[in-house]
């Protein structure tokens, strides 16, 4: 039976990925690193066939060690680390049989140049792509976010010509996770959350900046198709190694539209009175959110998903983005103690 190695399964992202997975191959022999028992416990009780190793993304050897072990790896646990993903390929490079890393990264890295120049807020003409343009995106500078560590994964077979590598690297990430632990994302329910706690709304500079969204379920489908794809012989129909690199989109949001949606659904719910929205500097923004809220909310990050509708056939099918802000506006100020919960309402508290 084909194994499969996952980090990060308590987290948003490797959380619904395993639910994904794990529903679609019930005996598929999967080996789960997490970073305690509490979070294994949590992971035992939503998978109990789910074998589970203590560590963290710091231990090396351990990596190494149960990668050795795998058919093929998803590793979604901190983007940006190269010498874990090192550690993988490492002990992927021990073995005389095909295997697979499936590495998750994020189109955060392309707004480094907005960070560098100033412009974040600002309207980019800039577009990327995976398909057409797949050699300028790898080729962009390792300095940008996780570039460093993607190209490991990319060049892989290097190593060991057995081995074959995916990057895959979502944008803006909405929607309810699946997973055992943590279901939430950060952009969009920090944003609300915080225009909430200021009773006001804000963007970053004139908020003209764009970025493409993808709901997590949907992410979760490419996931899917790319471990189904190494689970085929020579790897499916799937692209890997210098140009398997997968954007995972949706469609544009631009920012500003979003900070006026939060507002109305945060207004329409009686949560705040204000209906302005501040323009905010990079550094008032990064107190918002430390130490990324200038990055998350200022930059520009267009990248269009072509590789996974064409090789792997990916439909999304979720809900676009600002049908999802009420229902977050809703948890958020749950959780800031600003409405009542679904239990207090059916027991008829105030």
């Known amino acids: 039976m084909p194994k499969l190695f996952i980090t990060g399964a308590t987290g948003y992202i490797s959380g619904d990925a395993l639910y994904k997975i794990a529903t679609t191959y019930p005996d598929l022999e999967i080996t789960a690193l ?87 807020g600002s309207a980019s003409e800039k577009v990327y792509d995976d398909w057409d343009g797949v050699d300028e995106v790898t080729s962009t500078p390792e300095t940008w976010g996780t570039r460093k560590a993607e190209n490991v994964a990319l060049t892989a ?88 690199y997968y954007f995972t989109e949706t469609g544009p949001i631009v920012w500003g539209d979003v900070s006026k949606a939060v507002v109305k659904a945060a207004v329409d719910r009686k949560l705040i009175t204000n209906t302005e929205i501040d323009n905010l500097t990079g550094d008032e923004a990064n107190e918002l959110l430390p130490p990324y809220g200038a990055y998350v909310w200022g930059t520009n990050s267009k990248a269009k998903a072509i590789r996974a509708r064409k090789v792997l056939d990916w439909k999304p099918v979720k809900e676009g983005l600002f049908d999802t802000i009420d229902s977050v506006v809703i948890l958020e100020a749950r959780a800031l103690g600003l409405a009542k919960s679904h239990q207090e309402v059916a027991a008829g508290e105030v």
């Open 34 to 120: 997490v970073r305690n028992s509490d979070k294994g416990a949590k992971v035992a009780a939503q998978y109990p066939r789910v074998r589970l190793v203590y560590g963290d993304i710091g231990n090396l050897e351990l990596l190494s060690a149960e990668a050795a072990k795998a058919d093929v790896i998803l590793h979604t646990a901190n983007a940006g680390n190269v010498a874990a993903v090192e550690a993988l390929v490492a002990g992927l490079a021990q073995k005389q049989t095909p295997a697979y890393i499936i590495h998750s990264a994020g189109t955060g890295s392309l707004g480094v140049p907005d960070v560098q120049n100033n412009t974040l």
């Open 157 to 244: 077979s290097s190593r060991n010509p057995n081995i074959f590598g995916a990057v895959v690297v979502p944008p803006f990430i909405y929607g309810p996770g699946r997973g055992p632990d943590n279901q939430r994302s950060i952009q969009l329910p920090n944003m609300v959350k915080s225009t909430l706690q200021r009773g006001k709304g804000f963007q970053v500079g004139e908020g003209k900046n764009v970025w493409h969204v993808v709901h997590v379920q949907d992410l979760s489908d490419v996931y899917l198709a790319l471990v189904t794809a190494a689970l085929q012989p020579g790897g499916g129909k799937a692209t890997w190694n210098e140009k398997g």
